[in-house]
């Protein structure tokens, strides 16, 4: 009678930390979204910095941790592509900013697996 208690005043601090912590996964995605289109854009625009950096900023301010290296590795190729660019070489600006795309892909896939 005890242990049955204790698990019905246990289950309601279980179920708000487990919405706290969906919560806070979910609130990233819309900034990831935003970021994609901000770094597809740039590949198209005739001044792509400011989107570049739109894009690193929301990258570098999401909150769901470094994904297996993923986030790190996308924040990388967005410098890159801004060193690109900087350098006058769009061509391999665009190669860097596909590959954060693929990262930054490759980050959500892995965050919806099961762990």
Known sequence: MKQR??????????????????????????????????????KKADDPMPLLESAR??????????????????????DEAIKELKAGNKPKMEQKINAAIANLHQGKDKSKRPK
């Open 57 to 78: 900023n929301r990258i570098a301010k999401a909150n769901k941790g470094n994904k297996g290296g993923d986030k790190e590795d996308v924040l990388d190729k967005i």
């Open 5 to 42: 208690l204790r698990l019905l005043l246990q289950a309601p601090f279980f179920m708000l930390l487990l919405g706290i912590t969906a919560s806070m996964a979910l609130a990233d995605l819309p900034q990831q979204r935003k970021a994609l289109d901000e770094l597809q854009a740039a």
